[in-house]
T-cell receptor, first 112, second 118 residues
Framework: GENVEQHPSTLSVQEGDSAVIKCTYS??????FPWYKQELGKRPQLIID?????GEKKDQRIAVTLNKTAKHFSLHITETQPEDSAVYFCAAPKYNNNDMRFGAGTRLTVKP | KAGVTQTPRYLIKTRGQQVTLSCSPISGHRSVSWYQQTPGQGLQFLFE???????NKGNFPGRFSGRQFSNSRSEMNVSTLELGDSALYLC?????????????????FGEGSWLTVV
């Protein structure tokens, strides 16, 4: 199958703490892994992505790590801020097109 | 550059009716995909179009259909609406379809069309 499992479903942290969201995928041929942030009532927006030729990618307070052997990838947010509060989705493509299979989402709450 | 534009943003339909939703991709993007988002099922892939051809279809009944025009704009149609079709329908565009096995390209979402079936 091509399921993407995402954990945890909810995550609450104090402002300034780090947050980690993990996803696993089933198809070893997948080689592109984006993360989307969706604020309430708004569209999902790409925040970072990684391809399988690298193990880690950083963009300021956000990083994504990929372990192809274990078939899992993680989103790391450091120094969290209240505006980081949103639902985060991981995804992986199914075939050689843009058929993205999304995780169920993680609702992150950053408490001031 | 303008983002992905979807119309209408909100609509209410009655069971049994049909609905057509429209999507204009980012200028220069030729791949358009559609997703259904519901609280219970999350983000579910409906179908993808490239060069006016449907390249892949998700696990939805035949009541869900779509098409793409020569200018890359796309429409999706749902016939014989059911209460369970109430959802946010998201369109996403990408410069091109993924190439190679399982190597998708970045997709950019529109704001979505909120459909309520009563």
């Amino acid at each position: 199958g091509e399921n993407v499992e995402q954990h945890p479903s909810t995550l609450s942290v104090q402002e300034g703490d780090s947050a980690v969201i993990k996803c696993t995928y089933s198809d070893s041929a997948s080689n592109y892994f984006p993360w989307y942030k969706q604020e309430l009532g708004k569209r999902p927006q790409l925040i970072i992505d990684i391809r399988s030729n690298v193990g880690e990618k950083k963009d300021q307070r956000i990083a994504v790590t990929l372990n192809k052997t274990a078939k899992h990838f993680s989103l790391h947010i450091t120094e969290t801020q209240p505006e980081d509060s949103a639902v985060y989705f991981c995804a992986a493509p199914k075939y050689n097109n843009n058929d993205m299979r999304f995780g169920a989402g993680t609702r992150l709450t950053v408490k001031p | 550059k303008a983002g992905v534009t979807q119309t209408p943003r909100y609509l209410i339909k009655t069971r049994g009716q049909q609905v057509t939703l429209s999507c204009s991709p980012i200028s220069g993007h030729r791949s358009v995909s559609w997703y259904q988002q519901t609280p219970g099922q999350g983000l579910q892939f409906l179908f993808e179009y490239f060069s006016e051809t449907q390249r892949n279809k998700g696990n939805f009944p035949g009541r869900f259909s779509g098409r793409q025009f020569s200018n890359s704009r796309s429409e999706m149609n749902v016939s014989t609406l059911e209460l369970g079709d109430s959802a946010l329908y998201l369109c996403a565009s990408s410069p091109s379809p993924g190439t190679g096995t399982y190597s998708g390209n970045t997709i950019y979402f529109g704001e979505g069309s909120w459909l309520t079936v009563v």
